[in-house]
């Protein structure tokens, strides 16, 4: 079975530039959370979803920041505009919500120049 | 929202060595999770201890909750190059699906 697919892997940008990040949920699965690492912070939950629904949004670190769900199955986390301060891997991670293990995805590191 | 201290932060071992790490709260733990995170992957699952006193094995890994649901310990046991990686120790919040995570131990195996 396919895990959670992030896209893209790799992405380097500019400062000022809009950045899309996406994810695949595992199918079944009905949690959706968006976390960011870096050396200096660690593994910090953005924002996360049940059954679509955004429960707890106040990782986001401003308004710059906005995530959706527009189905069941997949999630977008937007970055407008960038700066170089966002850099970082981005994670998504899913879940059964009477389960408490998360499944994540590869990541999607971004470079903001 | 509950901090999770994890100690070391860093760790470099020779092949063979035994160690420990922790992780802390001031505050109690419904449950906490182990996670361990390899170069270039997201964090994979190890164990959940939900029980104040819980001893989990995992072949050469011994994860231990502490009685009074504010610690945790990992041991491992003859460490390998291929226990090279970041524990991470989380919580999931009572009731719902919020999962915080600790800063993380780094462990360096060197053969």
């Known amino acids: 079975d396919a895990g959670v697919i992030q896209s893209p892997r790799h992405e380097v940008t500019e400062m000022g530039q809009e950045v899309t990040l996406r994810c695949k949920l595992i199918s079944g699965h009905n949690s959706l959370f968006w976390y960011r690492q870096t050396m200096m912070r660690g593994l910090e939950l953005l924002i996360y979803?049940?059954?679509?629904?955004?429960?707890?949004d106040s990782g986001m670190p401003e308004d710059r920041f906005s995530a959706k769900m527009p189905n069941a199955s997949f999630s977008t986390l937007k970055i407008q505009p960038s700066e170089p301060r966002d850099s970082a891997v981005y994670f998504c991670a899913s879940s059964l919500s009477t389960k408490g293990e998360l499944f994540f995805g590869e990541g999607s590191r971004l470079t903001v120049l | 929202t509950q901090l999770l201290e994890q100690s070391p932060q860093f760790l470099s071992i020779q092949e063979g060595e035994n160690l420990t790490v922790y992780c802390n709260s001031s505050s109690v733990f419904s449950s906490l999770q182990w996670y361990r995170q390899e170069p270039g992957e997201g964090p994979v699952l190890l164990v959940t201890v939900v029980t104040g006193g819980e001893v989990k094995k995992l072949k050469r890994l011994t994860f231990q909750f502490g009685d009074a649901r504010k610690d945790s310990s990992l041991h491992i046991t003859a460490a390998q190059p291929g226990d090279t990686g970041l524990y991470l120790c989380a919580q999931r919040n009572t009731g719902g699906f919020k999962t915080i995570f600790g800063a993380g131990t780094r462990l360096f195996v060197k053969a």
């Open positions: 979803f049940n059954n679509n629904v955004p429960i707890d």
